[in-house]
């Protein structure tokens, strides 16, 4: 079992639309928990990152964070074509990090 | 706005020979991390430093690759010899503790043929 799954997509959304991304994890002792976009060919930008339970908001994104679930999400607000791009869930264990292979998001106009 | 450098941004070798990788972490970052990515997979850490000590190193190739950060700075990683598996981007990667936000530089993106 992996530390970090993702659905591997691609997800479809139409301009405007709200996009859904979803990450569980394994390890019920994970710390803190991190988006990153990564747009092709570059490498990851951080977007978001929670570390209590409940909603964490930064302008069109939200972050969401379950713990008993083992389950984080991010919701993407008005999304417009330039959010295209792979998502990254990332998971902090003791100071180590775990990645997801990333969702592909597509936003089409 | 501080960032994380690499070079060289590209690199093309043929097997067998060695390659290597420089990051510049952001300035007062003392952790520093190099993470290789395959195409349509997530990052997987290589090796950790925590200043100038190595704190994970676990999933490092070490009879090929070899990572050093000798001022608690800087860092280099060194791949001797090359092979074609190792074809990927190397990510570096900074954060300001252990456990806190990780901050990538531009990556390097090696082709070995």
Redesign the interface.
């Known amino acids: 079992q992996k530390e970090?799954e993702q659905n591997?997509g691609p997800l479809s959304v139409p301009e405007g639309a709200i996009a859904s991304l979803n990450c569980t994890y394994s390890d019920r002792g994970s710390?803190?928990f991190?988006w990153?976009r990564q747009y092709s060919?570059?490498?990851?930008?951080?977007i978001m990152?929670i570390y209590s339970n409940g909603d964490k908001e930064d302008g069109r994104f939200t972050a969401q964070l379950n713990k008993a679930s083992q389950y984080v999400s991010l919701l993407i607000r008005d999304s417009q074509p330039s959010d295209s791009a792979t998502y990254?869930c990332?998971v902090?264990n003791?100071?180590?990090?775990y990645?997801?292979?990333?969702t592909k998001l597509n936003v089409k106009p | 706005e501080a960032e994380v450098a690499q070079s060289p941004r590209y690199k093309i070798t043929e097997k067998s020979q060695a390659v290597a990788f420089w990051c510049d972490p952001i300035s007062g970052h003392a952790t520093l991390y190099w993470y290789r990515q395959i195409l349509g997979q997530g990052p997987e850490l290589l090796v950790q430093f925590q200043d100038e000590s190595v704190v994970d190193d676990s999933q490092l190739p070490k009879d090929r690759f070899s990572a050093e950060r000798l001022k608690g700075v800087d860092s280099t990683l060194k791949i001797q010899p090359a092979e074609l598996g190792d074809s990927a981007m190397y990510l570096c990667a900074s954060s300001y503790h252990r456990g806190g936000e990780l901050f990538f530089g531009e990556g390097s993106r090696l082709t070995v043929l």
């Open positions: 970090v591997s710390q803190s991190f990153y060919g570059k490498s990851p930008e951080l990152s990254l990332a902090n003791f100071n180590k990090f990645f997801g292979s990333g």
